[in-house]
């Protein structure tokens, strides 16, 4: 099947959405994905040299570098006999298969074979939408992004990131990492942080991909913090935070492997005034740990839990609204005769 046959199927191209009073989806239910931004790999791991390959949605992608130096993520296998392109080589900015040396160019179509046979107008790749943020190389689930990553308060060239990876996966969707910012009792309860006043419900900043609200208050530390956190997608939290007085920036995205599997990255930054590269890299490093204890506590959880949105209270104003917005999120899967 060809792309455009692909953009013709309303199952796989077309946004699904789901009625109200119907439980909020688990990825991969029915076939489909959240259209969503994920993390694929880190941008180190992307080359002009080697082409490699990760787990992504239900099924396999490559990640590589062209000639000019930007990042693609394509589908895996091979459409002459279904070889994994991962095990291939990086041939003057192309990709190609080890099987029978068909190459693959940054459009994902093939552009040659040894052979003097013509090219198959089918001999073509999924390419996902692609781009590279926080030192991380995204995919999008679909053909055309309906929103964009954010961007801190501060440019990216004023800003020092540092980028850490869990090692092992977590057996959830993203999404359901992602309930915890709505989820205000948890703030309190599990991480142990003090939000001043009552729980901000109505100055939560809503719109068809994310969800933002601020609050001050006191870390479990007892350092003063006053937080902008959020939800970006179905696979991010975002954080811009006054901490004791210094400023830095969090996010932490959620790739998805597989259905109900994800990998959690950490990644923070500092503005490149705050200090010498040294000052800087030694604060940085005490916000990941700040930071990583956090997460901690979210995935001793998820290591376990039974996720079903159930009996909520009044509390769970926000988090009930999560839900709504986890119902009407667009779904598809527009890659899935190339990527299996």
């Not at 239910?29 to 992504?56: H, K, M, N």
Request: glycine share 8%; proline share 8%.
């Amino acid at each position: 099947m060809s792309l455009d046959d692909v953009s013709k199927s309303r199952r796989l191209d077309q946004p699904v959405k789901r009625p109200l009073s119907q439980p909020v989806p688990f990825e991969g239910e029915d076939g489909l994905f959240t259209q969503s931004w994920y993390p694929i790999c880190l941008s180190s791991a992307a080359t002009s040299s080697f082409v490699r390959g990760f787990d992504f949605l239900d099924g396999r992608v490559i990640v590589f570098r062209d000639k000019e130096g930007k990042a693609h993520v394509m589908s895996a296998y091979c459409p002459h006999l279904g070889a994994d392109l991962s095990v291939g080589d990086m041939v003057d900015g192309q990709v190609r298969c080890v099987f029978h040396h068909w190459r693959y160019g940054a459009d994902g179509r093939c552009s040659g074979m040894p052979s003097s046979d013509p090219i198959p107008p089918t001999a073509r790749l999924f390419e996902f939408p692609t781009c590279e943020k926080y030192g991380l190389v995204w995919a999008y689930n679909g053909t055309d992004p309906h929103y964009q990553l954010p961007d801190f308060p501060y440019p990216d060239d004023e800003l020092v990131f540092k980028i850490k990876t869990f090692g092992e996966e977590i057996p959830t969707d993203p999404w359901i990492l992602c309930a915890n910012t709505p989820d205000m009792q948890h703030i309190r309860y599990l991480h142990g942080i003090v939000i001043n006043g009552d729980n901000p419900h109505d100055a939560v900043e809503w719109t068809d991909h994310s969800m933002f609200y601020e609050f001050e208050g006191t870390h479990v530390t007892g350092d003063p913090v006053n937080h902008r956190i959020g939800i970006v997608g179905t696979s991010m939290y975002f954080q811009s935070t006054n901490f004791a007085g210094r400023w830095f920036g969090f996010v932490s995205p959620f790739s998805l492997n597989r259905p109900s599997r994800s990998t959690v990255f950490i990644v923070v930054c500092a503005r490149k005034d705050m200090g010498t590269p040294e000052e800087i890299d030694e604060y940085l490093e005490f916000v990941a740990e700040l930071e990583t204890r956090v997460v901690l506590d979210d995935l001793v959880n998820m290591q376990t839990i039974h996720f079903k949105p159930g009996t909520l209270t009044r509390s769970d104003k926000t988090l009930a609204r999560f839900f709504d917005y986890m119902r009407d999120f667009p779904r598809a899967h527009p890659s899935a005769d190339f990527i299996r």
